[in-house]
């Protein structure tokens, strides 16, 4: 796929030097190719910094499965460069994704809350440029290397010091799996009205979903056709739940400072922006509880039969 999700020619028997390169140059070549379209074409189309920031998550976790197979030095400044782009498209993508509500908003909202809702959204383009000069930099400051950042990174890659020249993808793809479905059920066993904490469960999750992408070809056809989907499933609910915990938070700072320094025009922007803190707050424990349904069908059906695929994989 264009936006490098799966990666062809992957098996499970393949030596694990040899995977780890085919990945890590597949993961960098998409930031490489949505870099300076999020840098200078972000205006005419929003999916270029949105495939720049899952494209610098996805290399990251490349980073992390095969860092047994990089130097230490090599592997920290690696994933310092693409912290750097990440969190800048990061702070561009949040934008874009609350314009995007504000302008559906302005579509089906009565008169009334049209002021504040062009308040909130001038407010938010104003932001959002500056992030776009965020983004600009931190683009400058690696584009015109970037090719040779990938490929001192994959030729530096190499056999794991503890001996293990030999191995396969299958073999670290288990345990890595194991540890990382273990990392979700703790998270997911911890508070869920806690928002914050919920937001660890979903970084676990994506962390899942990201090495699964990796290792698919290691197992039977239903781990990505029927688990994957699933864990899928659960990122777009906890997606929904993280835009409108940080909404909420951007729409409460924007109530308090107007109620107090401008109480005359909060008279005629406070319907609009009372509105969409409510609808930010009404739609988190929503999606909270349908994250709790999705997680008792994960446990009685999709974590047994994932489990059973891994199990069922066979090791060269």
Known sequence: MADGKWIDGLDADMPLVEAARKVLLARLQVIRNYLPKAMSEADSDTEYVHQ?????????????????????????????????????????????????????????????????????????????????????????????????????????VCPPPDGSAAATLIVLARPLLSNLLHALEEKAAGDLTDYPHLHEVRIAGKRLRYAMEVFADCFCPAFRQTMYPMIEEMQEILGLANDSYVAAGRLRDQRTYLRTAWP???KRLGPGIDAAFQFHQKRLPIERRRFVRWWKRWQSNGAVQMQECMEAAAVV
């Open 264 to 266: 005359e025009p909060w």
């Open 52 to 156: 720049l920031r899952v494209g610098t998550r996805r290399a990251d976790a490349a980073l992390r499965i095969f860092e047994p197979c990089l130097p230490e030095k090599v592997w920290r400044q690696a994933r310092r460069r693409l912290r750097g782009i990440r969190r800048a498209a990061g702070a561009a993508r949040d934008l874009d994704v609350f314009a995007i509500h504000l302008l559906e908003r302005q579509q089906r909202q009565p008169a009334r809350e049209q002021p504040g809702l062009d308040y909130l959204l001038g407010h938010t383009l104003g932001q959002r440029a500056s992030a776009q000069t965020e983004l600009v930099a931190a683009g400058q400051c690696n584009a015109h290397d970037f090719d040779d950042f990938l490929r001192d990174l994959v030729v530096a």
